[in-house]
């Protein structure tokens, strides 16, 4: 427990009482679920330990994981019901043993890419989107075809690299989450229940996939070093 808890910034620390506070405010005044407030929280604690490189990323994550495909489920978003229940959970399991060896001194090893896996990342991310977003265009009560394929996919890419231990991932975080908020802000629109409090959690993610970024960047510097 100290080895999940300790050594963290007063920034990190920060973010995540604020975002805390600002989901029980959701759950409040829109009368929001419980099951969309844990939701809401273990996924802020999933990815302020995933920039942290800390393991226990992956305990919340399975949770949240979880639980986030059952409200797609409820919202029409298949995709992301396929992406979480048939790729994030066995992923979860992968990661945490993937990340457990290898660290050095209790500290993951990070890990950034060439310019030319940078490319071919790109190319994969935008080829993806486009074919999934046909075939879902085909699915009986499949809302936002488009989004939802270009936020499977990223997250898809996204995942594969932060079990790699690639900064990388944190890049296609920043756009998975623009994305997402933009998916969530259509469903809002169109009455979702549950909508508000998910653009709060992934605008969270936002946030945090730019310090993701930085914190990542560092580490990959001191590993090369």
Same mark, same amino acid.
């Given at each position: 427990?100290?080895?999940?808890?300790?050594? *963290?910034?007063?920034?990190? &620390?920060? *973010?995540?009482?604020?975002?805390? +506070?600002?989901?029980?405010?959701?759950?409040?005044?829109?009368?929001?679920?419980?099951?969309?407030?844990?939701?809401?929280?273990?996924?802020?604690?999933?990815? /302020?330990?995933?920039?942290?490189? $800390? +393991? &226990? %990323?992956?305990?919340?994550?399975?949770?949240?994981?979880?639980?986030?495909?059952?409200?797609?489920?409820?919202?029409? #978003?298949?995709?992301?019901?396929?992406? $979480?229940?048939?790729?994030? /959970?066995?992923?979860?399991?992968?990661?945490?043993?993937?990340?457990?060896?290898? @660290?050095?001194?209790?500290?993951? %090893?990070?890990?950034?890419?060439?310019?030319?896996?940078? +490319?071919?990342?790109?190319?994969?991310?935008?080829?993806?989107?486009?074919?999934?977003?046909?075939?879902? %265009?085909?699915?009986?009560? !499949?809302?936002?075809?488009?989004?939802?394929?270009?936020?499977?996919? #990223?997250?898809?890419?996204?995942? *594969?690299?932060?079990?790699? @231990?690639?900064?990388? !991932? *944190?890049?296609?975080?920043?756009?998975?989450?623009?994305?997402?908020?933009? #998916?969530? /802000?259509?469903?809002?629109?169109?009455?979702?229940?549950?909508?508000?409090?998910?653009?709060? &959690?992934? %605008?969270?993610?936002?946030?945090?996939?730019?310090?993701?970024?930085?914190?990542?960047?560092?580490?990959? @510097?001191?590993?090369?070093?």
């Amino acid at each position: 427990m100290n080895k999940t808890w300790g050594g *963290w910034t007063f920034f990190e &620390m920060a *973010w995540l009482v604020l975002f805390t +506070l600002v989901a029980v405010g959701f759950t409040v005044s829109s009368h929001d679920t419980f099951l969309g407030f844990t939701v809401f929280i273990t996924g802020v604690l999933c990815v /302020v330990l995933a920039a942290k490189g $800390n +393991l &226990m %990323s992956y305990v919340f994550g399975m949770y949240n994981t979880v639980g986030y495909a059952y409200l797609a489920y409820v919202n029409g #978003l298949f995709g992301e019901v396929m992406l $979480n229940l048939l790729f994030f /959970v066995p992923m979860n399991v992968v990661g945490y043993y993937m990340w457990k060896n290898n @660290r050095h001194d209790g500290k993951l %090893s990070m890990r950034r890419m060439e310019l030319k896996g940078v +490319l071919l990342v790109a190319g994969i991310c935008a080829i993806g989107s486009l074919l999934l977003g046909i075939g879902l %265009s085909f699915v009986p009560g !499949q809302n936002s075809p488009y989004i939802d394929a270009t936020t499977t996919v #990223l997250s898809i890419v996204a995942t *594969w690299l932060m079990v790699k @231990r690639f900064k990388e !991932q *944190w890049l296609v975080y920043i756009v998975l989450n623009l994305f997402t908020v933009l #998916l969530w /802000v259509i469903r809002t629109l169109e009455g979702s229940a549950e909508g508000l409090l998910m653009i709060v &959690m992934w %605008s969270a993610y936002l946030v945090n996939a730019v310090y993701g970024y930085y914190n990542w960047s560092k580490g990959a @510097r001191e590993v090369a070093l």
